[in-house]
């Protein structure tokens, strides 16, 4: 089920009916894409920019965003 351009759902059981075989794959398949990107996102909250509310100046936002963006790609 695509909401957005950029989105893609899992396929969920209905009542009574089991996933078939090809549904299966499918959630597995995106299982594995939003684990990576879950990664990610658990390695950007370490920094507390998202998790917190930010107290610099809000000029400086994106210089930070980028800091942390460019340590969370180092590793």
Not at 16 to 43: C, M, T, W, Y
Request: aromatic share 6%; hydrophobic share 40%.
């Amino acid at each position: 089920m695509v909401i957005h351009q950029n989105s893609v759902l899992p396929i969920k059981k209905q009542k009574g009916k089991p996933l078939s075989a090809e549904d299966k794959a499918h959630n597995k398949a995106l299982s594995k894409q939003r684990v990576f990107i879950e990664h990610v996102n658990r390695r950007c909250k370490i920094f507390r920019i998202v998790k917190d509310v930010y107290r610099g100046k809000h000029k400086n936002y994106s210089l930070t965003w980028s800091l942390v963006a460019a340590l969370v790609n180092l590793r």
